[in-house]
């Protein structure tokens, strides 16, 4: 049992619309439906609010929750990964699976000759990594290029508008960690 599903369970028992308990908490109401969803998890400080809303105390929302998190996950290469094709020329894979429990999105990058990323801007407070694989690219950060081959990295707030462009003669594969926002 997730979070969400405890907190969607209690306000039923309250006989509370999610509309009422975001009025009542301050919680936005998309922010109270993801947490709901297990889209997200939320804070502290937005679980203070909403048992405050519900009129518990925040011992009462934890303690149906599993004692410890299994925060292991080994994929053999053989399982299957969600692939992402943003064109012909670029395509991504999930390196992890359940990431709405995970504070990191791994991906694995190609870019084939000429290919390029959509133009991405995280939110504040959201970081990312690049380890470069193979193949020769262009990290372009806000205002900035940045040239890498395989073996560099680039670690930078995603929040600024970023893409990547292989500017070498063959494939360029990436690694690509983006932390998650929680909340």
């Known amino acids: ?21 975001s009025e009542r908490s301050g919680v936005a109401l998309a922010t109270l439906s993801r947490i ?6 939320g804070t ?3 679980h203070i609010k909403i048992c405050e809303a519900l ?34 020329k670029s395509s991504s894979v999930m ?15 190609t870019l084939a000759k000429g290919g390029r990323t959509g ?7 959201v970081e990312k990594f690049i380890y470069v694989l193979d193949g020769k690219i262009e990290a372009e950060i806000g ?5 890498l081959a395989a073996g560099d990295t680039i670690y930078f707030d995603s929040s600024a508008p970023h893409h ?16 998650l926002a929680r909340d």
């Open 143 to 147: 205002e900035e290029s940045y040239n």
């Open 36 to 41: 709901e969803n297990g889209k997200m998890v």
């Open 95 to 109: 390196l992890a699976s359940n990431i709405q429990n995970k504070t990191m999105l791994p991906l694995l990058i």
């Open 55 to 88: 009129g518990i105390v925040l011992t009462d929302l934890y303690k149906e929750l599993p004692s410890s998190k299994k925060l292991l996950e080994v994929r053999p290469r053989e399982t299957a990964h969600k692939v992402s094709v943003h064109d012909k």
């Open 119 to 125: 133009t991405e801007e995280g939110n504040h407070g």
């Open 1 to 21: 049992m997730h979070i969400g599903e405890i907190i969607h369970r209690m306000r039923g028992e309250k006989q509370m619309t999610l509309l009422e308990l």
């Open 44 to 46: 502290l400080k937005s």
């Open 164 to 179: 990547f462009k292989n500017t070498g003669n063959g494939e360029a594969r990436l690694i690509s960690v983006t932390s």
